[in-house]
Nanobody, 127 residues
Framework: QVQLVESGGGLVQAGGSLRLSCAAS????????MGWFRQALGKELEFVAF????????DYKDSVVGRFTISRDNAKNTVYLQMNSLKPEDTAVYYC????????????????????WGQGTQVTVSS
């Protein structure tokens, strides 16, 4: 069983940057595909970014391409989400999630594919 703990959220002005971290424990981290999702108040949970087990494959929600970067450090059991040029519409609770299998190009953006979730970290972008 794996446990995930996010950190790095906060309040930032539009155009600013934040880096989210997600620390994993309880399972060999390098065997896990990882995703970042977010949920704004009153809205559904949505896919933000994906990274495979060795970091060689990444994927992003269209609206964050060029602004967000997902990465991982398997030696530190941590996945990161670097968020630049933040916009008010990026305001949400951000969650990391783990998938012990290798999702397909189609399934990697669906929350149901991931079996372990962190508690979330709030990101608020002011205009």
């Amino acid at each position: 069983q794996v446990q995930l703990v996010e950190s790095g959220g906060g309040l930032v002005q539009a155009g600013g940057s934040l880096r989210l971290s997600c620390a994993a424990s309880g399972r060999i981290f390098s065997t896990l595909a990882m995703g970042w999702f977010r949920q704004a108040l009153g809205k559904e949970l949505e896919f933000v970014a994906f990274i495979n087990q060795n970091g060689g494959t990444t994927d992003y929600k269209d609206s964050v391409v060029g602004r967000f970067t997902i990465s991982r450090d398997n030696a530190k059991n941590t996945v990161y989400l670097q968020m630049n040029s933040l916009k008010p519409e990026d305001t949400a609770v951000y969650y990391c999630a783990a998938d012990p299998e290798s999702p397909t190009d189609y399934t990697r953006s669906f929350p149901w594919k991931y079996d372990t979730w962190g508690q979330g970290t709030q990101v608020t972008v002011s205009s």
